[in-house]
């Protein structure tokens, strides 16, 4: 557990923490970045990087935590932000029994998240006052159905949650949607922005491109999927042809993460664009 990384690019601020390898390294998944806009920060990381979190925002006056989804890698903290730091929590109305109730967890993810401190949230307003010019709350669903990511139109910026996170899909949960990722993505590339920050990724200066590269990947593995689908295959047989066997995530995830739910999810967004599906 660690203080990965300070961010300090662009004018844009922010930290990463998780675990980090014995080598030295870290992994994408394994840590979030919290990035601070104003008075605000964009998320508040894993329950069990609070002492990195604390230190390093003691300083400065922040004034309210915008949560993009309730997933405990991104929410963890909320609790302390609001007992230490007396902010406001703030996310979409869907998340708001999660972070107030606490969220189930199996032992692997209590082991590398922790518990998250459980808060009572409001709800995000369109436009958000940060103190340092204003955010746009869009809800861009795909990852969750609370996913909420945070345009700053004046400086050209989409704070993206997990929206983005790599170009490919390999694994999905349970709630993860093709579909949603496909509409939620259209609607990101039609804002006016070049920066993409990435909770996972972190900054990347040609965002509209790696989104891009996303939403067609998703568009072409789901037509693979259709083809493969129409030809008789079952989706077990299409999950082993294009993804393989599923591995440790799988199994220590209980099966909340898996290959399978990638081919699932295709088939669902098949049916409801095809005609007898509307």
Not at 20 to 44: A, F
Not at 141 to 157: I, L, Q, W
């Amino acid at each position: 557990m660690a203080l990965l990384q300070t961010i300090d690019q662009q004018d844009i601020h922010g930290i990463r923490v998780g675990r980090r390898y014995p080598g030295g390294g870290y992994g994408l998944t394994g840590s979030c970045i919290i990035y601070q806009h104003g008075d605000s920060v964009i998320d508040t990381g894993p329950a069990n990087q609070w002492k990195f979190v604390r230190d390093y925002l003691q300083h400065y006056n922040i004034r309210q935590a915008l949560i993009t989804h309730y997933h405990e890698d991104h929410s963890g903290n909320a609790g302390h932000f609001h007992s230490c730091f007396g902010c406001n929590v703030l996310s979409h109305p869907e998340a708001h029994s999660h972070l107030r109730d606490g969220i189930p967890m199996n032992w692997v993810r209590r082991v590398f998240f922790g518990r998250n401190a459980q808060v009572e949230p409001a709800s995000l307003p369109d436009q958000i006052d940060t103190g340092n010019g204003e955010l746009q709350s869009l809800n861009l669903k795909g990852h969750s159905p609370d996913s909420m990511s945070f345009f700053d139109a004046e400086n050209g910026r989409l704070y993206s949650g997990d929206l983005y996170v790599a170009s490919r899909i390999a694994y999905m949960q349970r709630e993860e949607s093709i579909g949603g990722y496909i509409d939620s993505l259209n609607q990101a590339l039609a804002l006016d922005f070049d920066t993409l920050c990435c909770a996972h990724r972190g900054i990347i200066n040609d965002g509209k491109t790696a989104l891009r590269k996303k939403r067609d990947y998703i568009e072409n593995l789901a037509g693979t999927v259709g083809k493969l689908h129409q030809s008789g295959k079952t989706p077990q047989q299409i999950t082993l042809e294009i993804l393989g066997r599923e591995d440790m995530r799988t199994y220590l995830s209980g099966g909340l993460i898996s290959k399978h739910n990638v081919v699932l999810s295709c088939l669902d967004y098949l049916d409801r664009a095809s005609p007898h599906g509307q």
